[in-house]
């Protein structure tokens, strides 16, 4: 029993890392919380719908497109909203605005175009669990706790060891020495938007395997990629990884004793115990807090 | 009245304040001076409560002032004045005074009009912004003044808060001669009345004219004290100034 | 039929004047970025249809639901008080959710996704509220009060002092100001009346469900507060008007109801990106956002 729950924990840590680690490769970069990345991926999720369920397109192209078309949407979201609104000297508050009204403008098309209801792939049928010391777990969650194990490997070389990497590291770290050695700001800004929406798009095409999808997922999903990088400590990637764990833990925990419409609201006391006590998270790297 | 022992803080691995004692006495203006960085705004942030100790206390009129808050200490008597231009932007001249004053906070007493500007306070403000001599309309908006101007409502405000030691951090720093002399003026005619004032400055002419005692910091450390004229003369001072 | 329409918009109006002022006295003159105005208002709603339906007095329910959701407000206010910007406002939207799912699952209190139907509308000295025309004037008359008790403060000492909270606190407290205490009335004031205004929503509606108290009804008071201008009352009114007035043709274009709905909240998240990026101290706001 106990052994089941770690299993669903780390499946849904997995989950939310992917979510997570886009989504603090932008923070950490940018600054300001982006909280339209969860609604970015919930749009993913229906455009992987609509070529594959749909337009009947093969599922490994559709996914191509997907992840494509997710790393598109984050570039654009930050060359026609964030950018002009970063030359007007917009605060991080204004920006976290206009992102929650993102968010909505999101949401509210997805309903438009797909209807509230919700929506499933139906890609691979209900599939038998591999039996594991007394726990079940399928194939397809294997699978996510592959690729995101995987994709952290390489977010980490990416960061460490790339050109493009480092330079997003400098900006984080001190974006106007940064610009004194001659790496645009505004460059890396893009950069980190196709990245960490890309990889919100590979999250977007296994999450919309793994649980059915809805327009409000993003919101949901959202609220678990912010805390898991608070706890992880914010502006530090893998830190995000690591309170992606913690949080699919005391989430599947957590269940155990509440009704499971609860899990959210789980997240956000654990963000709420953080941010009182520990605001700089675990790996902890930037300063939140006011004078 | 104001007492430092051995007081001591670290920034990360840099000793900003090194065991440095102070004793300011009542009524006596004392000018603390030294090279940038030696550690004379860190000192008053320690006194202010801005941020805590390492090592060492602080001892106002008997009061440790040690893990007290920022505003505790302001309602001891401690009025601080900063380096840079901390005003309320969005007021206007006279509700940054009002503010300085006025200490009701109890939501019914507002909303009921009952929490009034008493006719002394509002007498008090205008004693001080008719000393203070500042140009412009007592309404008008504090984003939109001179930075000289800003400077003159903010020692009002220091001046307006009850108090008994005066903390002013650079407060002639970039401002004309002319309010340099008017300031340098307002701050004996406070002595006379009977105030403790100690300031930071870089202007050696402005700390000269005022100051009855100089205390010179370098290094986060204590380098000399005593009257102006013995400490201009030290050693030890001019080295500090002159590398 | 036109009459009775009316009616019913400046009945909504009221509303949410009442529910954008209180956030500007939290958000607008204290600085602080709330994002839970909406749980407050949910709090008032379900605790004023929970206890008319056991038949308490309409004075009763009103003023339990603006005291209960003030309760809340204080509550949050602790442990956010040393959170800046962004993370206080993340802090109070976590908040609102956690207050949504709560709605949302404890079926035994609420009824979860079903909702609280039948909620008696009041009947106060006499008069039965039952008539949409007096529940206007009802309306008209509680948000009269509220608002000149907000204008009151903030034209008090301790309205002044939260405007500086605002501008910098630090200096505030150098003055002796004790800013977390401030703060914390400022929450819960704006918490009361968001109660309040969830109290009258609720006796009027007279059903309340889980759906008008998601995150997504942040977004209309959000953008009243920040086209309306930050701590500016008269403005906050205006823009009201305007936007609950304005998806009212869409009405009349005929789109099915299920587009209505994200239609509006579109139209009202595009205004709020549109205003922050054209005019982000709004029409008669002079104060920018942090």
Known sequence: ?291 | ?243 | MIDAYFIHLLILICIYVILAISLQLSLGFTGLLNLAHVAFFAIGAYATALLALSGYPFWLCILFAGVLAALFGYVLSIPTNKLKGDYLALATLGFSFVIYAIVLNWISLTNGPMGLPGIPRPTFLGINFSNNNNFFMLSIFVTVIIYFVIYSITKSPLGKVMEAIRDDELAARSLGKNTKKIKSISMATSAFFAGIAGSLFAYYITFIDPTSFSFSNLIPILSIVIIGGLASLPGTVFATIIIILLPEPLRFIGFPSSVIGPARQLIYAMLLLIILYYKPKGFYGKVNLE
Request: with cysteine; glycine share 8%; net charge positive.
């Open chain 1, 1 to 291: 029993m106990l052994l089941q729950v770690l299993i669903n924990g780390i499946i849904a840590g997995s989950v939310y890392s992917l979510v997570a680690s886009g989504f603090s490769l932008i923070y950490s970069t940018n600054k300001f919380v982006h909280f339209a990345h969860g609604a970015v991926i919930a749009f993913s999720s229906y455009i992987l719908f609509l070529l594959f369920s749909i337009l009947g397109i093969n599922f490994w192209i559709s996914s191509l497109l997907t992840i494509t078309f997710t790393s598109f949407l984050g570039y654009f979201i930050n060359y026609f909203i964030y950018k002009p609104l970063r030359k007007k000297k917009a605060s991080a508050s204004i920006l976290l605005i206009a992102s929650l009204a993102l968010l909505i403008i999101i949401e509210s098309l997805i309903i438009i175009f797909f209807g509230a209801d919700v929506k499933t792939l139906n890609l691979i049928k209900v599939s038998e669990g591999i039996q594991i010391m007394g726990a079940i777990i399928t194939p397809l969650q294997i699978i996510i706790i592959f690729v995101s194990v995987i994709l952290f490997i390489f977010l980490m070389y990416f960061m460490k060891s790339t050109k493009l990497g480092k330079a997003m590291r400098a900006v984080a770290d001190n974006k106007d020495v940064a610009e004194i050695v001659g790496i645009s700001s505004e460059n890396i800004y893009s950069w980190s938007f196709i990245i960490g929406s890309g990889i919100a798009g590979i999250g977007a095409i296994l999450i919309a395997l793994e649980q059915n999808i809805e327009p409000v997922m993003g919101t949901s999903l959202m609220i678990k990629g912010f805390t898991a990088s608070v706890i992880g400590g914010i502006g530090s990637v893998p830190g995000a990884v690591l309170g992606s764990y913690i949080i699919g833990l005391v989430e599947n925990i957590g269940i155990m004793f509440l009704p499971s419409g609860y899990k959210d609201a789980i997240a956000f006391v654990i963000l709420f115990i953080f941010l009182f006590f520990k605001p700089n998270g675990i790996l902890g790297v930037k300063k939140g807090l006011q004078k």
């Open chain 2, 1 to 243: 009245m104001l007492n430092i022992e051995k007081i001591s803080k670290n920034f990360q691995g840099v000793k900003a304040v090194d065991n440095c004692s102070i004793k300011i006495e009542k009524g006596k203006i004392t000018a603390l001076i030294g090279p940038n960085g030696s550690g004379k705004t860190t000192i008053i942030n320690l006194i202010s409560g801005v941020i805590k100790p390492d090592y060492g206390k602080i001892i106002f009129e008997n009061n440790n002032l040690s893990g007290l808050s920022i505003e505790k200490i302001a309602n001891l008597g401690i009025s601080r004045l900063f380096q840079q231009s901390r005003l309320f932007d969005n007021l206007s001249i006279k509700d940054n005074l009002l503010i300085a004053v006025n200490n009701n906070s109890s939501l019914i007493d507002n909303i009921l009009g009952l929490n009034k500007i008493a006719k002394e306070i509002d007498a008090k403000i205008k004693t001080v912004y008719d000393m203070m001599e500042i140009k412009e309309s007592w309404d008008k908006l504090v984003s939109e003044l001179s930075y000289g101007q800003k400077r003159l409502v903010e020692i009002a405000q220091t001046i307006l808060l009850p108090h008994k030691l005066l903390l002013l951090d650079e407060p002639v720093a970039g401002v004309t001669s002319l309010l340099r002399k008017r300031i340098a003026k307002i701050l004996l005619e406070l002595k006379q009345k009977g105030e403790t004032i100690l300031f930071i400055e870089h202007d050696m002419s402005f700390t000269l004219d005022i100051a009855d005692d100089i205390i010179v910091m370098d290094a986060g450390k204590i380098i000399a004290r005593g009257k102006p004229e013995n400490v201009i003369k030290d050693k030890k001072v001019l080295e500090a100034y002159l590398g």
